[in-house]
């Protein structure tokens, strides 16, 4: 009843937010939420209302515990602002950025459209973010205000991870996982470290970005995304070719195999990709050992428009379509990555889920975790607990 009133709420709210800006209201109304979630009580009730904590939500992933399998994907809070916030709406996990080494401004504002008869968005950000440095410091901090004192040489037990992952490779989450488990520790939000290019840095020197982003989010983020797959960063998709994605996930993981503790690293794919090139990435991703793929980003495409959202495309340009016209086409990347990697690479599945029964389809094409974004923005706060409620 309480959460129906909320979603009635919600619905109301949503319409005065809706005659705003799209990335204006995006601001205003987690500043709200921000607010509100800085007096106690409130964040107290807020989260009694929308946190699911059902043991049977959890799921054990790349050696790390989720509290749940419903994440909130990179580019709804690029700068890990709102982090308290999504994780008092029961987000099991977040995935910050895309974080690029040098901040930068993005795009040309307006960047960000609503196609509400599809309830879909556009967006052409361009990794708009703070940089490196200072996302690293939010997530210091996050970090030591999150983690409770634990007690001295505790170790997380050795787990394999990846296609062939040698046995002493291990990961020991920020907060929760086994290592939470042994300090009678409840589990916590995972984060993920999205990372990314300048857009002024060349495709051949892309690698370095890479390297730079991992190097600083090591110690403050459970797992990282390789963004190679955003169609608002000139040229950046040309480094989903074979060649370039080995020299960048070769570099990061050569420099995770030399740390005493390692974390996963996952690629984050397009839903536009050939047969040809899914392939190269399944024959990668074994190569490589790769933990896991993202699948997948927003698309080029402007298939299964209804005619007045194709109207405004028009006007709109370019961008990232995302939301329920995604859907299809995001699942049938999903089932194909699944069977080309014959299901050993656990994929993070996202594109179109607003509902427990979009989720559900993931799941049912081999999806280990599912992601929401535009779903959220449409469905509102209550999203994470009414999937999972109606997870099977």
Not at 77 to 92: I, M, P, Q, S, V
Not at 161 to 174: D, F, K, S, T
């Amino acid at each position: 009843m309480i959460c129906f009133t909320f979603a009635r709420m919600y619905t109301l709210v949503r319409k005065v937010f809706f005659l705003m800006d799209a990335e204006r209201a995006h601001y205003l109304s987690m500043n709200a939420l921000r607010f509100f979630c800085g007096i106690p009580p409130i964040r107290s009730a807020i989260s009694a209302v929308f946190s699911p904590n059902e043991q049977s939500l959890k799921r054990e992933q790349f050696g790390l515990t989720f509290k749940n399998p419903i994440g909130l994907g990179a580019g709804f809070d690029k700068n890990a602002t709102y982090l308290r916030e999504l994780e008092t709406l029961g987000f099991g996990f977040v995935e910050i950025g895309t974080v690029t080494p040098l901040p930068q401004e993005g795009n040309e504002k307006p960047r960000l459209f609503r196609l509400p008869e599809d309830k879909a968005l556009i967006n052409r950000m361009g990794f708009n973010n703070d940089g490196v440095k200072v996302v690293r410091k939010r997530l210091e901090e996050w970090k030591t205000n999150t983690t409770p004192h634990l007690p001295a040489g505790r170790q997380a037990r050795p787990r394999a991870a990846g296609l062939g992952a040698p046995p002493e490779q291990v990961y020991q989450p920020l907060v929760g996982g086994e290592f939470g488990k042994q300090a009678g520790i409840q589990g916590k939000m995972i984060i993920g470290g999205n990372i990314g290019k300048n857009k002024v840095t060349p495709n051949e020197d892309a690698w370095k970005d890479y390297e730079i982003c991992f190097n600083e989010l090591f110690d403050v983020v459970d797992y990282f995304v390789v963004n190679v797959s955003s169609p608002n960063t000139p040229g950046l998709r040309a480094l989903q070719d074979k060649d370039s994605l080995l020299k960048i996930l070769g570099t990061l993981q050569q420099n995770n195999k030399q740390r005493p503790v390692q974390k996963p690293i996952l690629l984050k794919i397009a839903p536009d990709l050939t047969d040809g090139q899914l392939q190269d990435i399944a024959s990668l991703a074994e190569e490589i050992q790769l933990d896991g793929i993202v699948s997948s980003n927003t698309t080029i495409s402007r298939e299964n428009l209804s005619e007045l959202s194709k109207a405004q495309v028009e006007t709109i340009g370019m961008g990232g379509l995302s939301g329920k016209p995604l859907k299809s086409a995001s699942d049938e990347i999903l089932k194909k990555i699944v069977l080309l990697t014959k299901g050993k690479v656990p994929v993070i599945a996202s594109g179109g889920i607003f509902t427990a029964s979009d989720a559900q389809d993931k799941f049912d094409h081999g999806a280990a975790l599912v992601q929401v974004w535009t779903g959220f923005i449409y469905e509102g706060p209550g999203i994470v607990t009414k999937i999972c409620k109606g997870l099977k």
